[in-house]
């Protein structure tokens, strides 16, 4: 790479950064003034609020990054455009093509930080974020789930009536087991509550009934604690199931959801599609703030950044919309994360060649 390219890189790369790290701190104590009441209502830990400020920046980072992407390029391009450098560098014989070389590099870089971020790191942020507000945040009314049916195996289905998540505790609970058509074996309990400290469910109020020839076995016991081959997320279906689990344990839980045919399975998909079109959205929003920002105007530097808000609010805005679209209607999910990338690319592509032009 040629001085130039280390010129631009290190802005496009340094300016993100400091846009990060300048707005972040905002977005904290503007959350802390919203929520600091309930914090004190419900005893926070201060180790758990610290945990959870340190998932929120991972959270919203990963979530924002569209708008702090492409107003920084905005803002670094306009300052070139500004003070005539991008005229002297086109004028010294170098192509506008060649002039984008280092942009993208930049949003490559950008684009593989995103990857493994969405990947593995926010859906850790995720856990530690949904978790503390769910347990000290969250309304009472939105607490528990009710008429829950699931199949998590071939042979097996459960039951809950409802289920309390911040108890992590459901109500008539029962279990049935089948070979081929036939039930063989059910279990019912008036309570299952999972442990976390031992990893077990207990079950309160036993009853399980073996389906014999003659006479059915009946056991019965107050209190029992066990284990089953579902997990706590079948008992519990929150939206952000998804969005807690790494690249690898969210291909298996989706596959796992498609056995048992849950109707959640368009808004996993959707979380899963969506962290792999963040490496493209880098390359297309770089492509339009380049666009817009390259070729210096009357207006200044602040025509170009009011434009710049409205286009990152406007990407964040079609991937809300057709992921509403893709759990409501019957859009696919893959349509619904490629359609907003295409009216953006297409965008790109219109602004480039006008530049170029």
């Known amino acids: 790479m040629k001085i130039l390219d280390w010129y631009i890189l290190k802005r496009y790369l340094l300016t993100f950064f400091v846009m990060l790290l300048m707005f972040i701190p905002i977005g904290i104590v503007v959350d802390l003034s919203e929520k600091v009441d309930k914090m004190l209502d419900k005893k926070a830990p201060l180790s758990e609020i610290l945990a959870y400020y340190g998932s929120f920046i991972i959270y919203y980072a990963n979530i924002l990054f569209p708008i702090f992407l492409f107003m920084s390029i905005i803002w670094f391009t306009s300052r070139l455009a500004m003070r005539t450098e991008i005229i002297a560098i086109l004028g010294s014989g170098i192509s506008y093509r060649r002039f984008l070389r280092p942009y993208l590099v930049g949003a490559s870089i950008v684009s593989v930080v995103v990857f493994f971020m969405g990947m593995f790191i926010v859906p850790a942020a995720s856990t530690v974020y949904n978790d503390f507000w769910n347990k000290y945040l969250r309304g009472s009314e939105v607490e528990s789930v009710s008429e829950l049916y699931n199949q998590f195996s071939e042979n097996d289905v459960l039951y809950v009536s409802s289920f309390d998540y911040k108890k992590k505790t459901g109500y008539n609970f029962s279990v049935e087991h089948f070979k081929g058509i036939k039930m063989t074996e059910k279990i019912n309990a008036a309570e299952i509550q999972w442990i976390d400290s031992t990893h077990t469910y207990q079950l309160r109020n036993y009853v399980k009934r073996r389906v014999g020839e003659g006479d059915d076995v009946i056991q019965r016991k107050e209190v029992l604690d066990t284990i089953f081959n579902f997990k706590i997320d079948d008992l519990m279906p929150m939206e952000y199931t998804a969005e807690n689990k790494n690249l690898f344990e969210l291909n298996k ?27 493209i959205t880098a390359f297309i929003l770089t492509f339009i703030g380049v666009a817009v920002s390259s070729v210096k105007k009357r207006g200044g530097m602040g025509i170009n950044l009011i434009f710049g808000v409205v286009i990152g609010f406007s990407y964040v805005f079609f991937d809300r919309i057709f992921g509403t679209l893709a759990q409501t209607s019957g859009l696919s999910p893959l349509m ?22």
């Open 336 to 357: 619904a994360v490629v359609i907003p990338n295409l009216i953006f690319l297409t965008l790109a592509i219109v602004l480039l060649k006008r530049v170029r032009s």
């Open 253 to 279: 839980f989706i596959e796992r959801e498609k056995m048992k045919g849950s109707p959640n399975i368009n808004l996993y998909l959707l979380v899963k599609y969506r962290r792999w079109s963040a490496m």
